[in-house]
């Protein structure tokens, strides 16, 4: 069952950035596709909480984490990435999204002002030189338009890994002061996000347009049932049966499939230098998961 649950969610993550390009190809705003998936997400995570008579009441204090939590990963995190899969393959930013393992942990050494262990300056040291190479290669030098989108992407896919990791770094903070379960964090995540959304849909003047072709509405459900509520049953039965820490080992295999489907799927090249820069990435991730015996 634990492997089963690892190969779902690994599978679930590494399509879902492919599908999410597919949506920015909808008549539907990327602001309201995003909305329309976190809002959904959030009805059925409310749903199981009370199949699975989790608690669905929460604290003051939980609200107040829970604002911060559904406005960094439920709501910017998103709308920067369904933005920077335009200018950038869906693998590419995988990749670099990837990396925020890494940022959550220093990111968190920072805020409990504690020393950053030296496996997490040589992981960020290694990831971060390998996203240089990998990198390089894509950006055209010679033509400006090219070379602009490029950086485009990158730079919000750095700061979407970023906001995710602030948030990553809030939602342990919750779990540790308030021991709130995690369906009904996820519910509460993505509910506050979603009204978040809701607001930036309204302020833009973005009218309730449904896409109702066969491509948006599978990729859509894919998105809710399979990349945000299977991946996260998922990630709960395996952080109860094998810790977080091995059951983040996804970060190796998400962005590997990731590549994959963008090759095929998006005609997405790498060369020598790109090809060093990825294997970099997915050694600083592991290095990250090494467990440092104390003597």
């Known amino acids: 069952m634990v492997l089963l649950a690892f190969i779902c969610m690994s599978l679930a993550w590494s399509f879902s950035w492919f599908i999410m390009k597919l949506q920015i190809e909808s008549i539907v705003p990327p602001e309201l596709s995003v909305f329309y998936r976190i809002f959904f997400t959030s009805i059925i995570m409310f749903i199981i909480c009370f199949i699975t008579k989790q608690r669905v009441t929460i604290s003051k204090k939980e609200f107040s984490f829970f604002i911060f939590i559904g406005i960094a990963n439920f709501c910017i995190n998103f709308l920067i990435g369904y933005h920077a899969v335009k200018f950038i393959a869906s693998g590419m930013l995988a990749t670099i999204f990837s990396l925020s393992i890494i940022t959550s942990e220093i990111i968190s050494s920072f805020i409990d002002k504690r020393k950053i ?10 990831g971060f030189i390998g996203l240089a190479f990998f990198i390089l290669p894509m950006i055209k030098f010679d033509v400006h338009d090219d070379m602009i989108k490029t950086l485009t992407g990158v730079g919000l896919a750095i700061i979407m890994m970023i906001i995710y990791s602030l948030g990553n770094v809030l939602v342990g903070k919750n779990k540790k002061i308030n021991k709130t379960p995690l369906y009904t964090s996820i519910a509460y995540g993505t509910g506050i996000g979603s009204f978040f959304l809701l607001l930036i849909n309204l302020s833009q003047g973005n009218g309730f347009v449904f896409d ?4 948006y509405i599978l990729s859509l459900t894919y998105l809710v049932l399979i990349a945000s509520v299977i991946a996260f049953v998922c990630l709960f039965y395996l952080i109860q049966e094998i810790g977080s820490a ?15 489907t963008s090759a095929y799927l998006e005609n997405f090249h790498f060369n020598l230098l790109s090809g060093l820069g990825f294997v970099m990435i997915i050694s600083a991730l592991a290095i990250e998961f090494v467990q440092v015996k104390s003597r």
């Open 212 to 215: 109702f072709s066969s491509k």
């Open 246 to 260: 091995k059951a983040n080992y996804t970060a190796l295999i998400y962005p590997v499939i990731a590549l994959i």
């Open 117 to 126: 262990e030296r496996k997490v300056i040589i992981s960020s040291l290694v």
